[in-house]
């Protein structure tokens, strides 16, 4: 699936994130935020963006093929300013923002900042509240370190198998490969317990002032995010609604990508 899109290598103040890109060039930007798994599954949600946009899908720092230094502060305003310093060097017009699990409060500390800079934004299960049971283990210390020991292929799939029943075998597989690179476990140790509960609350009365359009889309059977948290998102904005995507996990545009992909496409040509 890498044969569709360009792929280059951006550093920003030394750390090096791989980014693909398709579409058009005089497409509006769209840039794909990954959370806790790697950008590269994004290609069945941005193959039809890119029919008609610029798609922008970086690899951040901790994970996927992107640098994984010990030393990098795992915290969501050091992803901020990676994705502005990695903004600055591959496309300056404002982006359309779609962003996943913990991508969203790395895409929201950006667009807070950057309002001016920020057309749209798409959130798809992303937490308001990070308190779901792996993060209280990350953030034990002792416990994170050993979780992260113990960790293996075997253990994921089975753990995987019970949270998220409807993923394709191959899109598991992948997200487990992601999680088994050497440095991403240390690094979602890290951002997690520099995070705590409430990752998007110190951006939100900036956010209050963002005029373009939301859309938060869930899938309502999220083993780690409840969807109570949908109408929280959607509440921080002046404009927005929520897509409740039925039957589907934490993946849902892995589950469903049609329907996951028809709301979305329709949300950017409508914007």
């Not at 290598?9 to 750390?15: I, L, N």
């Not at 890290?190 to 998007?200: C, D, F, K, Q, V």
């Not at 005029?211 to 904005?237: C, H, K, M, P, T």
Request: net charge negative; with cysteine.
């Amino acid at each position: 699936m890498d044969d569709w899109w360009d792929s280059r290598v951006v550093a920003v103040d030394g750390t090096r994130s791989p980014v693909r890109i398709a579409g058009p060039e005089s497409g509006e930007p769209v840039l794909f935020v990954h959370g806790n798994n790697a950008g590269a599954d994004w290609y069945p949600l941005a193959a039809p963006v890119a029919e008609f946009a610029r798609v922008i899908a970086p690899e951040l720092p901790g994970f996927g093929a992107a640098d994984k230094a010990a030393d990098w502060g795992y915290t969501v305003a050091h992803y901020a300013a990676h994705l502005d310093g990695l903004l600055t060097q591959v496309e300056t017009r404002p982006v359309h923002l779609v962003a996943h699990d913990f991508g969203g409060p790395f895409a929201l500390a950006w667009a807070a900042d950057h309002l001016d800079r920020t057309a749209s934004i798409t959130l798809i299960n992303t937490p308001r509240r990070i308190n779901h049971t792996a993060a209280k283990i990350w953030r034990t210390p002792v416990l994170g370190e050993l979780s992260g020991v113990i960790a293996n292929a075997p253990m994921l799939h089975a753990i995987m198998k019970r949270t998220d029943p409807g993923l394709p075998d191959e899109h598991r597989r992948q997200i487990i490969e992601h999680m088994l690179v050497p440095g991403t476990k240390r690094a979602v140790v890290e951002l997690y317990r520099a995070t705590g509960e409430h990752a998007i609350e110190p951006y939100v009365d900036r956010l209050a002032k963002f005029s373009g359009d939301v859309l938060v889309v869930w899938g309502d059977n999220d083993a780690y995010i409840g969807l109570d948290q949908a109408e929280e998102q959607r509440q921080i904005f002046r404009s927005g609604r929520v897509e409740v995507i039925a039957g589907c996990g934490h993946w849902p545009w892995l589950e469903k990508p049609d329907v996951v992909a028809g709301a979305l496409t329709g949300f950017l040509r409508r914007g």
